[in-house]
């Protein structure tokens, strides 16, 4: 069980464009999902915690309007990345917690997304 | 402010013992995770402390003293596909995980 997926799981883009990454809990139901981004060679970065049925909360230096999330159900949340330039190329990572949560509120991972803008 | 620290790199050999130890400053403290994470894959969920003592699980454990701020996750055992970076995560008084930076253990015949 708790099980999260990601779509797609790597994308390469021409600068300008969006790109859309789709994070679904496949066996349980999320409240909260949270984005994060990783270098190579660094760790995880949060860059934005999204509730279902509210605005995101992201963290401080990630840009809102460049970064859009919606969080539209208790299985599935988005992030769109606007506008992409070679700097935003980066492993993006999806995390889920369980609604009906266990002792520790744990976030279960989904597989990542590698993206490329070239 | 909030900080996580563990070695950037370890090195140790196949069937032997290693002990990787982290020391965190967190607004808040609901709990010590640790995570497992292979090139290229996400983290996946290892062990999680949140009273004082050792965790057991197979030939991982865990490790938590809360009054040093500190924790260790210990490997016996060791296989080459334990090749990996192994991650600290504090859960701090917002439910949110601090990570630390990873520290990236290189299995040697």
């Known amino acids: 069980g708790a099980v999260v997926s990601q779509h797609p799981s790597w994308v390469i883009c021409k600068s300008g464009t969006s790109v859309k990454i789709e994070c679904r809990s496949l066996?349980?139901?999320?409240?909260?999902m949270f984005w994060y981004r990783q270098f190579p060679k660094q760790s995880l970065m949060l860059m934005a915690t999204?509730?279902?049925?509210?605005?995101?909360?992201?963290e401080q230096g990630v840009e809102k309007d460049k970064f859009l999330i919606n969080h539209a159900s208790l299985t599935l949340s988005t992030l769109t990345v606007t506008s992409a330039h070679p700097e935003d190329s980066s492993f993006y990572i999806c995390?889920?917690?369980?609604?009906?949560?266990?002792?520790?509120?744990?976030?279960?991972f989904g597989p990542g997304t590698r993206l490329t803008v070239l | 402010g909030q900080n996580i620290d563990q070695p950037t790199e370890m090195t140790a050999t196949e069937g032997a013992i290693v002990q990787i130890n982290c020391t965190y400053q967190t607004s808040g403290f609901n709990g010590l995770f640790w995570y497992q994470q292979h090139a290229g894959e996400a983290p996946t969920f290892l062990s999680y402390n949140v009273l004082d003592g050792l965790e057991e699980k197979g030939r991982f454990s865990s490790f938590l003293s809360r009054s040093k701020g500190y924790s260790y996750l210990l490997l016996k055992e060791l296989q080459m596909k334990d090749s990996a970076s192994y991650l600290c995560a504090s859960l701090d008084s917002n439910y949110q995980l601090i990570w630390g930076a990873g520290t990236k253990l290189i299995i040697k015949p």
């Open positions: 999204s509730n279902e049925g509210s605005k995101a909360t992201y």
């Open positions: 066996d349980f139901q999320a409240t909260t």
């Open positions: 995390s889920a917690r369980d609604v009906a949560g266990t002792s520790y509120n744990e976030q279960f």
